[in-house]
């Protein structure tokens, strides 16, 4: 579905990108892992075309996008929701997430999205008419995944979706990003919690100093040695305590 091939790419003359290449197959969960500066938000921004590659190239469903504007690309399908938590805090929830269908005219449409979303993320039709401002951390993140969903994208990107969240909501965000995915969309996620990313995707990238490092099926790649010693503390990834994603 997305194919992404030698993108190199930055900041006014920072160099971040320095030839990263991965594909993203239909239907898959795919991570995007690696430390602080290693370019993973910079290529999300790439493929979503916030930024403009400087060489390379970056198809979606055989169309080349490098090059489109961010709201092209989402009305071809393909979704970012960006790190940081942007809503509008001073927008209801719902309003929120109406903005999230900007591309779509049909208003039966956008009804059956934001029923969708409220069944993902049911706090958030209970506080349809709050005020985004007045919402917790992790519900903030639930209300940018939904709006994200607004588009009736084949294709989600997610970065960061667990930064600076508890645990326990971490693994319900997880969870129903397990839950999206089955019910048929790819979704290509930027995490720096590893473990629980591996344990959540079909299949990972780590990405150090622009380009892809390593690469292969998540399962493996939990418990190969220089994703251990290097992301995993050494240690083994486990689901055996009862931590189930899928």
Same mark, same amino acid.
């Given at each position: 579905?997305?194919?992404?091939?030698?993108?190199?790419?930055?900041?006014?003359?920072?160099?971040?990108?320095?030839?990263?290449?991965?594909?993203?197959?239909?239907?898959?969960?795919?991570? /995007?892992? +690696?430390?602080?500066?290693? &370019?993973?938000?910079?290529? #999300?921004?790439?493929?979503? %075309? =916030?930024?403009?590659?400087? *060489?390379?190239?970056?198809?979606?469903?055989?169309?080349?996008?490098?090059?489109?504007?961010?709201?092209?690309?989402?009305?071809?399908?393909?979704?970012?929701?960006?790190?940081?938590?942007?809503?509008?805090?001073?927008?209801?929830?719902?309003?929120?997430?109406?903005?999230?269908?900007?591309?779509?005219?049909?208003?039966?449409?956008?009804?059956?999205?934001?029923?969708?979303?409220?069944?993902?993320?049911?706090?958030?039709?209970?506080?349809?008419?709050? /005020?985004? +401002?007045?919402?917790?951390? &992790?519900?903030?993140?639930? #209300?940018?995944?939904?709006? %994200? =969903?607004?588009?009736?994208? *084949?294709?989600?990107?997610?970065?960061?979706?667990?930064?600076?969240?508890?645990?326990?909501?971490?693994?319900?965000?997880?969870?129903?990003?397990?839950?999206?995915?089955?019910?048929?969309?790819?979704?290509?996620?930027?995490?720096?919690?590893?473990?629980?990313?591996?344990?959540?995707?079909?299949?990972?990238?780590?990405?150090?100093?622009?380009?892809?490092?390593?690469?292969?099926?998540?399962?493996?790649?939990?418990?190969?040695?220089?994703?251990?010693?290097?992301?995993?503390?050494?240690?083994?990834?486990?689901?055996?305590?009862?931590?189930?994603?899928?």
């Amino acid at each position: 579905m997305l194919r992404v091939e030698g993108v190199v790419g930055g900041y006014g003359s920072v160099q971040i990108l320095n030839g990263a290449t991965l594909n993203v197959g239909e239907g898959r969960i795919v991570a /995007l892992l +690696g430390g602080n500066g290693t &370019g993973k938000s910079t290529l #999300l921004k790439s493929i979503s %075309g =916030l930024v403009k590659p400087w *060489r390379g190239s970056i198809t979606f469903n055989g169309e080349r996008i490098d090059g489109l504007r961010p709201d092209l690309i989402v009305r071809r399908g393909l979704v970012q929701v960006t790190q940081g938590k942007d809503a509008y805090p001073a927008m209801t929830v719902e309003e929120n997430l109406r903005l999230g269908a900007f591309v779509v005219r049909d208003r039966a449409r956008i009804a059956r999205a934001l029923e969708r979303v409220y069944g993902y993320f049911p706090i958030l039709e209970q506080k349809r008419k709050q /005020l985004s +401002g007045t919402l917790s951390g &992790g519900q903030l993140q639930m #209300l940018c995944i939904g709006r %994200g =969903l607004m588009s009736e994208p *084949r294709m989600i990107m997610l970065d960061e979706p667990s930064a600076a969240l508890a645990p326990q909501v971490v693994l319900d965000i997880f969870r129903t990003i397990a839950r999206i995915a089955r019910d048929g969309m790819t979704v290509l996620m930027v995490e720096q919690n590893v473990r629980m990313a591996l344990l959540l995707a079909s299949y990972a990238y780590v990405i150090r100093d622009g380009v892809i490092h390593i690469e292969g099926p998540a399962d493996a790649l939990i418990h190969d040695d220089n994703v251990r010693l290097s992301y995993l503390g050494g240690t083994v990834a486990s689901s055996d305590a009862g931590l189930s994603l899928h």
